[in-house]
């Protein structure tokens, strides 16, 4: 097992790459989730007539 760890020498090499592509694929799987909820805050608060701003004053 300790040799499967330390990777032959590259386990800092090895264990980095995976964790940067670990980080990367939660990145592109939260943040088109965190776009959504953010578009669907913005949506409700444009038609409860509270962003007069966007709508020229008249809800």
Known sequence: MGDFLHMGGYAFYVWTSYLVVLALLLWHFLA????????????????????????????
């Not at 965190?34 to 809800?59: C, E, F, M, Y």
């Open 32 to 59: 088109p989730l965190n776009r959504v909820r953010s578009l669907l805050r913005t949506i409700s608060l444009q038609s409860d007539g509270k962003d007069a701003k966007n709508t020229g004053g008249q809800v």
